[in-house]
């Protein structure tokens, strides 16, 4: 998507500087068959929704004249007046920068249509005729209008002035190339191939429909469902109007539900069954829907097959000029973009997640015909998890637990309580577990390479680190050798994506990896979850509570003797909670690092987050790392994706030259202010 940044705010605290735009749908209290009070409601919501910062309103079907005036709708008297208020509407909403859709009966050479203004600062742009006519059940909409696709005149002349006419228009905002709209009007939707589906492979972003779909009992809940589904389908945004109060209840009934949708994703709901005009407002990613559709490439091939329906489409471009200042997102932007917010979802995310990499697992000992397993037990975060996917792997295969060949291997920088922790671990999930302290054949190497260390020298340098990181993985390796087994390796997606891991004859490399695409902060998530679980004793239980309270350190640097490892990572490579939200916006949608640290900024201000300076520096250091490190992504053992955030295999969702240079995403990140 062409960026906007040329055009927008250059303020990096405005989000549409950032390929975001406000969007509203907008629920007015109506009158049947009384336009002139309906344009009153409709000029407020638009004032309401300019200063909201909104730049597009999308207004319910036929909302001038009332959706519910049946064979009103054939009075001349009604269809005129509708005509003048819209011409009332426009010159009154000339000075709002706001574009909006109204919806209004328009009559064309004798027929009547079931329409969709496009205004915008006085001018009406375009008007879009509904294609799909219910005449079914409660709706007669065939016995008053005309399908849109019946007319064959491209403009129409109305309300005083000429403009487009049809199904097949689209909106280009002339200051965001990535603003595209297009309109359809209720039962467009509910067909099996909606106009919108066309519209969005011929460049649509943004789809709003004008509706008076009335309610009954569980409809809000399938009417949900359907434009969830579309803007998913689409790739696109859905900004869906709904009629509420004042339509006639004289055989139904109307909720006003209105919503906004992303890809999928609900971003705004209004409140059904309210008596007062309504705004529902949402902030729109124009840069996710592109990255989707750029990597999604069957929508492109689908683009190739439906050339014929696309090359009838036209564009009418169109100018709002943005907001100007600080302007910050509205919408919730979850701190832990990789855990839901949601207890009952996250605890259903963790099941999935573990059952994802027990089965990975299982799948591979079943493939190889090998039966045990070795795993190296710090005590910390990721070999409890990857032990404990271990033991659900022994139980589905059917195997025994002891067929797990657990060993805590301490250096010179473990502490007690890992020490323990991993003790009671390995006890209580019923493996085979030893002891091999490491220190003896680490020294013995220092001493072959003639490290200071050796000679009595307090020098904790990467070799140092190193050799204990490598020793672990050798002893692991010939023990799986000796007794015909798998090494399962415990690294997780963070580690991987930080580089904070050793390569080759060290954690970086296993057998089987199964935590390579869980990131750090959905592990300490998974412990939790299955402490609660019940799927381990209450033993177990309290011990993986005691783990997921422990500081996150790779034990490699001794210091003062403490209760807790007195290496900590975050010191070292940041906050794993911030470098994972770095990391899901980077992998998951491609943003560049100023509009990762503009969406971090909005998560993470306030209380107990981060401010932009810290933001700043660990997105730099993020940056520098995950491109120096990408020849360790390379050479990635195998390991099973677990979510849509991604995984950085090279056999998966990720593919990079290990030479590559960071200089542009560095760039980019210099136009990130050094504080908020």
Same mark, same amino acid.
């Given at each position: ?37 309906? @344009? ?28 519910? !005036? ?26 709002? $920068? ?22 915008? $600062? ?5 008007? @879009? ?21 019946? !007319? ?86 859905? =900004? ?54 750029? $990597? ?42 990789? @855990? ?88 209580? =999930? ?247």
């Amino acid at each position: 998507m062409p960026s906007a940044r040329s055009a927008a705010p250059q303020d990096f605290f405005n989000l549409y500087r950032h390929d975001f735009v406000r969007v509203a749908a907008a629920t007015p209290t109506v009158r049947v068959a009384e336009p002139e009070f309906n @344009v009153d409601g409709t000029v407020e919501l638009m004032r309401k929704a300019e200063r909201a910062k909104a730049i597009l309103a999308v207004f319910p079907e036929l909302g001038l004249s009332a959706y519910s !005036c049946e064979d009103l709708f054939h009075q001349k008297a009604l269809i005129d007046e509708a005509e003048a208020a819209l011409s009332r509407l426009l010159a009154r909403t000339r000075d709002l $920068r706001l574009a909006a859709f109204v919806g209004l009966p328009v009559q064309v050479e004798g027929l009547l249509y079931n329409c969709a203004a496009f205004i915008c $600062r006085g001018e009406l742009l375009g008007v @879009v005729s509904k294609q799909y006519l219910p005449n079914y059940r409660e709706f007669y909409e065939l016995r008053q209008f005309t399908p849109g696709d019946a !007319c064959t005149r491209g403009e129409v002349a109305l309300a005083g002035q000429t403009a487009p006419f049809g199904t097949n228009l689209l909106f280009r905002h002339r200051e965001q190339p990535g603003l595209v709209v297009f309109a359809e009007i209720c039962e467009d939707l509910w067909v099996p191939a909606p106009p919108s589906s066309f519209a969005a492979l011929a460049g649509a972003t943004v789809i709003a429909n004008l509706s008076a779909s009335n309610v009954v009992v569980g409809k809000h809940e399938y009417r949900r469902a359907l434009v969830a589904n579309q803007s998913a389908r689409c790739l696109s945004a859905y =900004v869906y109007g709904a009629a509420g109060a004042g339509e006639s209840t004289t055989d139904l009934a109307w909720d006003g539900h209105a919503m906004i949708w992303e890809n999928g994703t609900l971003l705004a709901e209004s409140r059904r069954f309210h008596d007062a005009p309504q705004l529902t407002l949402a902030d729109v990613d124009l840069g996710r829907l592109a990255a989707d559709r750029m $990597r999604q490439n069957s929508f492109g091939q689908s683009l190739r097959r439906h050339a014929a329906e696309m090359s009838r489409f036209r564009s009418i471009a169109f100018s709002v000029p943005f907001p100007k200042g600080r302007l910050p997102l509205a919408r919730t932007i979850a701190r832990l973009p990789f @855990v839901p917010d949601d207890p009952a979802t996250r605890d259903a995310r963790c099941e999935e997640v573990y059952q994802i990499q027990v089965q990975g697992l299982a799948m591979r000992m079943r493939a190889t015909g090998i039966e045990k397993l070795v795993i190296g037990v710090s005590g910390g975060l990721d070999s409890t998890q990857a032990l404990l996917v271990c033991a659900k792997a022994m139980d589905r295969l059917g195997l025994p637990r002891k067929n797990i060949l657990a060993y805590t291997l301490p250096g010179f920088a473990t502490a007690e309580r890992t020490k323990r922790q991993a003790w009671e671990l390995m006890r209580t =999930v019923g493996a085979s577990a030893e002891e091999i302290d490491i220190r003896p054949s680490c020294m013995q190497m220092l001493r072959d390479l003639k490290h200071p260390y050796a000679r009595g020298r307090r020098v904790f340098d990467v070799t140092f680190e190193n050799v204990q990181a490598g020793e672990r993985t050798s002893h692991l390796f010939r023990l799986a050798n000796m007794h015909a087994a798998l090494v399962v390796g415990t690294s997780d997606l963070s580690e991987l994506a930080l580089g904070w891991c050793t390569y080759g004859v060290g954690d970086q490399m296993s057998h089987y990896a199964v935590n390579a695409s869980v990131p750090k902060t959905l592990v300490a998530h998974l412990i939790g979850w299955i402490a609660r679980s019940g799927q381990f004793d209450a033993s177990t239980a309290r011990t993986l509570e005691r783990i997921v309270q422990t500081r996150i350190s790779p034990e490699l640097v001794p210091g003062r003797r403490s209760d807790q490892p007195a290496q900590a990572s975050e010191s070292a490579i940041g906050p794993y909670a911030l470098q994972d939200f770095h990391l899901y916006y980077l992998l998951r949608f491609g943003y560049s690092p100023s509009k990762v640290a503009f969406l971090a900024w909005n998560a993470w201000r306030g209380a107990g987050g981060y401010g932009l300076a810290e933001i700043r520096k660990w997105l730099r250091v993020f940056l520098q790392r995950f491109f120096w490190n990408q020849f360790k992504r390379s050479a990635l053992p195998n390991g099973p994706k677990v979510g849509s955030g991604g995984s950085l295999s090279p056999r998966g969702d990720w593919r990079a030259p290990s030479d590559a240079s960071a200089a542009a995403w560095l760039a980019d990140l210099e136009r990130v202010p050094r504080r908020g």
